[in-house]
């Protein structure tokens, strides 16, 4: 496709239920971002893949969030057991290379944990 | 670690006029990259200008220019001859050529008023 792509756009989830984001990034990127955006707030950096490789899972928050990105395309974001504090849009972002280029942003998955 | 102040949560113009958005860094690197994105009411994260720390000359693109003050840590906005699509919020953002991931500011709401 032309750009970054996410699905689902919304999602609500009982507290306690595990919930998968996904992300299509532009086609021939290289590099994956995943963003945390709480209301009213700046985008906090979660994960970082190179192709395949997950070269940074530092922002992650707890051992119940996970990332994984298999054949260096579609990235998934999986979020176990939500917590209301999970609540927020999740932004995926795609760059063609590995450097300093611009990074393409996806629309976001909106999480509501009720 | 790079932080990124904007201090004007909101900002309000009339249509034709000029508006300048604040921005602020820290970083202890030598080269870096500023950037400004616009995240218009459908969430999508659109980038609006780049600058290069390196280069003295300041960034333009159309109806937005920068002035990036590189001894005072200050990157600011201008946007001119304001049109109603310019109504969204605006992230400041940096990251240092030595990494990856993008350090947001928390953003400024900007109205354009007809």
């Known amino acids: 496709g032309a750009g970054v792509s996410q699905s689902p756009r919304y999602k609500v989830a009982k507290r306690g239920q595990d919930v998968a984001l996904r992300c299509d990034p532009i086609?021939?990127?290289?590099?994956l971002f995943w963003y945390q955006q709480a209301l009213g707030q700046g985008p906090e950096f979660l994960t970082y893949f190179q192709n395949e490789a997950q070269l940074d899972k530092s922002g992650l928050p707890s051992d119940r969030f996970f990332a994984e990105r298999p054949e260096g395309s579609v990235s998934t974001l999986k979020i176990q057991r939500t917590q209301q504090e999970d609540s927020a849009v999740y932004l995926c972002?795609?760059?063609?290379?590995?450097?300093?280029?611009?990074?393409?942003f996806g629309p976001g998955t909106r999480l509501t944990v009720l | 670690a790079q932080t990124v102040t904007q201090s004007q949560p909101e900002m309000s113009v009339q249509e034709a006029e000029t508006v300048t958005l604040s921005c602020t860094y820290d970083t202890s690197e030598n080269n870096y990259y500023l950037f400004w994105y616009k995240q218009p009411p459908s969430r999508q994260m659109i980038l609006v200008i780049r600058q290069e720390a390196y280069k003295q000359q300041n960034a333009t693109e159309n109806r937005f220019s920068v002035n990036f003050q590189k001894a005072a840590k200050s990157f600011s906005l201008k946007i001119s001859d304001s049109q109603l699509g310019d109504t969204a919020m605006y992230f400041c953002a940096s990251t240092p050529n030595s990494g990856y991931a993008l350090n947001f500011g928390k953003g400024t709401s900007l109205l354009v008023t007809p």
């Open positions: 972002a795609s760059r063609l290379t590995g450097g300093t280029d611009t990074q393409y």
């Open positions: 086609s021939g990127h290289v590099s």
